[in-house]
């Protein structure tokens, strides 16, 4: 055998100061005093876009779970603040063309470069230590049978913590969303064997060290010291691992609280954990306590001498009177069991590599803190002691006296949740783990923006001219170019969507403003949907005309498309040659060769070609009128509806209003609404008419079918009659309030059923140059260049603008 001893030490080491020994079952972790630990991430409601009414009611709610705790528990909140760079690499994404690959370029250099972006993360520690059994031997004896009473004390504990956690995780997620740290199983070496790694002790791990790295469990996963592999220098500055700790304490408290009195701490552009630990009390132990208190005060009330002598020549303490008064209201809560009574520690603690700059951010803290009517102070001589009682399961280290009730501690511990939407695509109908839409900013916090919530990617948006509409559209079409073989389909207004089109190498039409583009809507007559189809439109076209449809006329064109069927001719002048009825005949007479628009719509073979990008625009086709839009239009529509087999699609209707203005298109957009997303096809809505998707009858379709609702600044938000709109599509007086304060072409108000942010598009010079270049000397000059460079024009908009991107070169 192997003389080990010479090598071990016997001093104490830093394990020695940890409280944890072993992992008994799958997401439950065993003390060294025999204390049972588990652990949830969760996410809270976001406060920012809450009514007082609707925090308080969450503060209710939360007190109600804490109040049935008692003597045993203990509870950790931990909200963790840190930095992030992450953004999708190239490989995750799949653009076709330089540009949309210049700017996703620009925007991950942004993100990755940003020493200022963090995120917050929340979880929940609970613990729980069961009586010792001499304690519980009586009971157990006199109330269970026999088969009970040969359990081992060790099971029984194990068995009753597993069903009060889940019954505590089963409240909880009434409020919250909330998920178990719980041992996942990987294959390793090739699916060979496996191996287990456990999100309770990555996060114990991360508490201790500040490392963020999944732990791998041993076979037999006891003796867990292994989790310390760092030195602890204690003193006035400890370090651990050679990176410096701060510990800011919380000492003192206001008179009164509110839900979330602390939610500052959560936008903070640092990185720390701020832990708020509170141990549970029984009502009986917490009457005790608190009639401690009260008989202390009560002496102060009367002098010494007034007592002492049963006296009343002294003047009476008024504070000690309140204060004893405070007291008996405090005992009568206690007795109530409307809410428990418990310790409350809670610290924030920092990590730097840098001392002096690591004083500087505690100070900062110190600064919020204290701003909020709190007392605080940066730990000297008890530093060591705060650290070690902020970690998970710790119950010895730092108890604060002051006992606080369950009321309280739900407005004090950190449950607002800054929504920094979906690592992935939450579609199942993309590729597993496909990048978010895109990525932006609000503050300090990154939010990944995605419209699909769930299946349906139908997207409102809506908000006054000059807000930003444009650039948003146009954004999110260069960014959706990111999905493998990504089709999309845009009705542009004002050719703002011209420059990303040409950059892109799609293709932009200027529908009706003479160019050389002539549609033959009768040329597919194969399928029996087709001939459908080709007959509803012909009604469509009659009713334009003031023609009233009869079953007679209804016949006639369902007779002349039969016949057209074997004909290699299929032009609108050939249908009304050989349609029998003369009225027929007279009404699509406007739409023929010889009409007025018999450019657009009677040629003798179709020269759309329809690309991965295609953009329409539509102003001057607007211009000509209603007789004349809604046939080409409708024409557009079918186009894009045989085009669409899977492939992920968007369609972005600009100036939607338009088509909520005509019956034909309400209806269009009702059937795209409810069927697209079986296609795999996202509609995205933007309008500035407020008042025409209110009136355009579909409003319950638009409000039930479009989950993601994105929101422009309104200032007039407030307003009677435009307050009533946005009421009516489910927003509050808070939400309201935030639309009418921010601010316009800069910030945007997204709400989903996955959550609610205030962004900003966070966009760069290149970025700029293709998504918000709408002006008509840019548009000009853009339509020259790309007449005269070709595919090559980008290059030349990019040097004229001044920008000198690293990817410029190669456009």
Known sequence: MVALKQFRRTAPGFSDLLPYAGLVDNGVLLLKDGSLVAGWYFAGPDSESATDVERNEVSRQINAILARLGSGWM???????????????????????????LIDDERRQHFEAANGHFESQHAII????????GQSRLTRYVYADRASRAERFGDTALAAFKTAIREFEQYMANVVTIRRMVTHETPDHGGARSAHYDELLQFVRFCVVGENHPVRLPDIPMYLDFLVTAEFHHGLSPLIDNRYLSVVAIDGFPGESWPGILNTLDLMPLSYRWSSRFMFLDPIEARQKLERTRKKWLQKVRPFMDQLFQTRSGAVDQDAALMASEAEDAIAEANSQLVAYGYYTPVIVLFGDNDQKLREQAESVRRIVQAEGFGARIETLNATEAYLGSLPGNWYANIRE?????????????LNAVWSGSRVCPCPFYPQNASPLMQVVSGSTPFRLNLHSGDVGHTLI?????????????????QFRRYENAQLF???KGKSMLPLTLGVGGDHYDVGAGEALAFCPLSELTS????????QWLETLLVLQGVRVTPDHRNAISRQLGLMTTSERRSLSDFISGVQLREIKEALHHYSVDGPMGHLL?????????????????EELMNMGERNLVPVLLYLFRRIEKRLTGAPSLIILDEA??????????????????????????????????????NSGIIDVLKESCPTKICLPNGSARETGTREFYERIGFNDRQIEIIATAMPKREYYVVSPDGRRLFNMALGPATLSFVGASSRDDLARVTALYQQFGTGWPAQWLAERGVFHGSASSV
């Open 75 to 101: 509870i950790q909140v931990e909200a963790l603040r840190l930095p992030t760079t992450s953004y999708p690499t190239r490989e995750q994404s799949y653009f076709p063309d330089q540009v949309s690959v």
């Open 126 to 133: 609970l613990t729980y230590r069961s009586p010792q059994p």
């Open 402 to 414: 002051p006992l606080l009730n369950t009321r309280n501690l739900a407005d004090l511990i950190p």
């Open 462 to 478: 809506f908000g006054p001219t000059g807000s930003g509409k444009s650039t948003l559209l146009a954004l999110i079409a260069a």
């Open 490 to 492: 845009a009705f542009d």
């Open 528 to 535: 029996d949907s087709d001939r459908a189809w080709a007959a």
């Open 602 to 618: 009677d040629a003798e073979g179709d020269e759309l070609t329809l690309s991965s990008f295609q953009t329409f625009e539509i």
């Open 657 to 694: 209003w338009l088509m909520l203005g005509h019956p034909a298109f309400r209806d269009k957009i009702r059937e795209w609404l409810k069927v697209l997303r079986k296609a795999n096809c996202a509609v995205v809505l933007a309008t500035q008419s407020i008042s025409d998707a209110e």
